[in-house]
């Protein structure tokens, strides 16, 4: 029978779990920066490509924002639409003046999200370089580009007056927000994904923004113009899968910080079916490993905090992560069977009474207390006490599409595939947020 020693895989799982706990004890929400007065011009774009069951919604919401800080305007990104998008949005746009329709034909329409927020950024970029007055004379470093997904929803009262401090520093370049899932209380797997999305933010994100190296999400995003135009004419990688991960990577080389605002979020749509789910998270897997071009110039970089590089190139490589635990587990029910000989000296050191059986328990539950107990804490929609350990074991079942959207990214790499879907939309009366 042969002998599979899983010591050492066992000592790296132990490493990850140690660095998420670090994390967790980081994850205290820093103090938001005092008011600065007057806050930078807000130009929100809403890339738009066939978006019209929910694009009303969104510009209506985006036209409700209460912003004393600033001036706030929006730039709608037709992309190609063949439904009524660009209607939807001209007419939004000759209502309210501070509404513009930006409208891309093919060929270069419906290309990929960097495209269309690149054009929009020259647009802009364009403007105040000719002193339009839509943008209130506000000079390009005084100038932030939000993103928000034409399902996305803003917090109408104090959202954008909670972010504007931040870019009273002038090194920093991207603050990103939070995200919850609307219709997280309809659908099982839309909860799913609402508790990645507001577990990662409260467990990560937070600890990142200590050190330097918070994430940029595609989704209620701001970045400085100033800082867009130091990347050049195409600040968006072209063809990028995960154009948002990229950027916060190339502007934390060039020297820009970027930081996370906890106190105020954006609402999105979560998916209701499996299919559009699993391409979803390929794309994402796929352009994540695209980004993998950026960890050796990251580490040479001295633009940015030794432990920021060091922080950003664990998150880089820790994709890998689900394969490893996945692989290790295969091999104990392979063991449990009597197919294989198992050999694990893990933690070997503490004997084989009590303390080390009492180890091996809390390595194995920690991370999912952890994660509930974040979720639980900051969640809109927290679960009652008693479903909590039935929703953690299902969110960790839940956290295996991660395997099988790996094998499908890099069988995609593997056949030179890098196209672009688009995510679907439900239409849904949910509420503003």
């Not at 930078?40 to 009303?56: F, S, Y």
């Not at 950024?121 to 839509?134: I, T």
């Not at 390009?140 to 928000?148: H, K, M, S, Y």
């Not at 370049?173 to 999305?197: K, P, Y």
Request: aromatic share 8%.
């Amino acid at each position: 029978m042969p002998i599979v020693d899983l010591t050492v895989p066992s000592y790296v799982i132990g490493a990850i779990v140690g660095y998420y706990v670090l994390l967790l004890a980081l994850s205290r929400p820093r103090p938001a920066p005092p008011s600065a007065g007057q806050g930078p011009c807000i130009v929100v774009l809403v890339p738009a490509r066939n978006e019209q069951d929910v694009l009303g919604e969104t510009l209506a919401n985006l036209c409700d924002l209460e912003y004393a800080a600033g001036q706030v305007r929006v730039l709608v990104i037709d992309d190609g639409s063949t439904d009524d998008t660009g209607q939807i949005a001209a007419r939004r746009a000759a209502a309210d003046p501070r509404v513009r329709v930006l409208t891309r034909r093919a060929p270069d329409a419906g290309i990929g999200k960097s495209e269309a927020l690149n054009h929009a950024f020259r647009a802009v970029r364009d403007l105040a370089r000719a002193g339009d007055p839509w943008l209130a004379g506000a000079a390009p470093a005084d100038i932030v580009l939000g993103i928000v997904d034409a399902d996305g929803r803003l917090e109408c009262t104090g959202g954008l007056d909670r972010v504007a401090p931040y870019f009273a520093d002038e090194a920093v370049a991207s603050v990103q927000i939070g995200v919850r899932i609307g219709n997280a209380g309809r659908s099982g797997l839309a909860r799913m994904q609402d508790m990645e999305f507001v577990g990662f933010s409260y467990l990560v994100q937070i600890a990142r923004d200590r050190l330097g190296s918070s994430g940029l999400g595609g989704n209620g995003q701001f970045t400085r113009l100033s800082a867009l135009s130091d990347l050049g004419t195409d600040p968006w990688s072209p063809g990028a899968l995960t154009e948002d991960l990229d950027l916060g990577l190339k502007l934390i080389r060039r020297g820009w910080r970027t930081r996370y605002c906890s106190t105020t979020f954006v609402v999105q749509q979560g998916l209701e079916q499996w299919s559009p789910l699993l391409r979803q998270r390929t794309r994402w897997i796929q352009g994540h490993y695209q980004c993998w071009r950026h960890l050796v110039p990251l580490l040479r970089s001295r633009q940015a905090a030794l432990a920021c590089r060091l922080d950003l190139a664990i998150y880089l490589v820790l994709v890998v992560t689900v394969i490893l635990v996945s692989v290790t587990m295969a091999l104990g029910v392979l063991g449990a069977c009597g197919i294989i000989q198992l050999r694990n000296d893990f933690l070997g050191f503490l004997g084989d009474g009590f303390a080390r059986r009492l180890m091996l328990t809390l390595f194995s539950i920690l991370p999912a207390v952890m994660f509930m107990r974040t979720y639980q804490r900051h969640s809109g929609q927290p679960f009652r006490w008693w479903e909590t350990p039935g929703y953690g074991l299902i969110f960790t079942l839940y956290t295996y599409v991660w395997l099988v959207t790996t094998v499908r990214a890099l069988t995609r790499l593997a056949l030179g595939r890098n196209g672009w879907v688009k995510t679907p939309r439900l239409h849904l009366d949910a509420e503003p947020a």
